[in-house]
């Protein structure tokens, strides 16, 4: 049975979906998967070792482009390659009119949220098969529940698995123990001062791990340079593309991270992380992990250096002491 997975962003979204395709290889071994995804999360689909052809869309860029010639070959060019690949079935694991669009160019029976289910009720009408699944569920449990009535098993909750393990690569000059900071993300509200990350990068130094930080925009390398001139033993990784800096993440001994996709990464690494949600509630679509924790600001409130640095404590004591 050939099945393409639709996931096609955010990246905490996608990596959100791995443990869903994990249960699927367990219990459907005769099941071979590919997926479609926006073209900048190729790479982390990519990280799955049960994950086939990876199909790319362009849909922000394609709306702002809908006149351009180009944006037409590539929709029919992706249409293609759906049909030439003849798939049994869709499961179409977001529930957006969006997703159901890409999704019906296969031309193969769709599975997914039925209309009290999906983030869009509308695109259930668009499906051949309908699954009830509870809204008030973590999206990680709502899309392995969604893969088990599709493909007809009861996964089991009792684990949790990505079958995700970090790319080869490291980077010249770091060595020893590190940690590394996740300061950017999309929103304002979710950013943690830059003082704080400043504080648990000095807090980390004196606990013998060395700070490591990125950017990817100008206001997050104004951060990560902030960072890196207060603890000048922080090692500031450049702009780099996705596989490198996930292949960094993936040697750390600790990540700290803001409510950005790189933390869910982190998270389903089996990394130690400890993610800071000022502004979102982490109970529905947080970081899951064995050893992932998150720390939530109430109302008026902060979450301090101190908080952050004892849970980093906490957790990586319950890793050294679980089996290799």
Known sequence: MKVLIVKTSSMGDVIHTFPAVEDAR????????????????????????????IHTVAIRRWRKQLLDGDTWREAAGLRRAFRNC???LVIDAQGLLKSVLVAKQAA???????????REPSASLFYDRRYAVPRDLHAIERTRRLFGLALGYEPDFSTLESGIVPPPGSMAGISGKTAFLLHGTSREDKKWPVGDWIETARLLMKRGITPVTTWSNDREKAVAEAIVQAVPQAVLVPKSPLAEIAAIIGR?????????GLTHLASAFGLPTVAIFL???????????PFSSTLLAVPGGRVTPAEVMAEAERLLALKSQAPA
């Open 26 to 53: 367990r219990n459907r071994p005769d099941v071979s998967f590919d997926w479609c995804v926006e073209e900048a999360f190729a790479g982390i689909v990519a990280l799955h070792p049960a994950i086939g052809e």
């Open 86 to 88: 003849r798939y049994d």
């Open 108 to 118: 193969a029976p769709i599975a997914g949220f039925d209309g009290s289910s999906a």
């Open 252 to 260: 750390a001994v600790l990540v700290v991270g803001a409510d950005t």
């Open 279 to 289: 502004a979102t509630e982490p109970g529905l679509t947080g970081p899951r992990g």
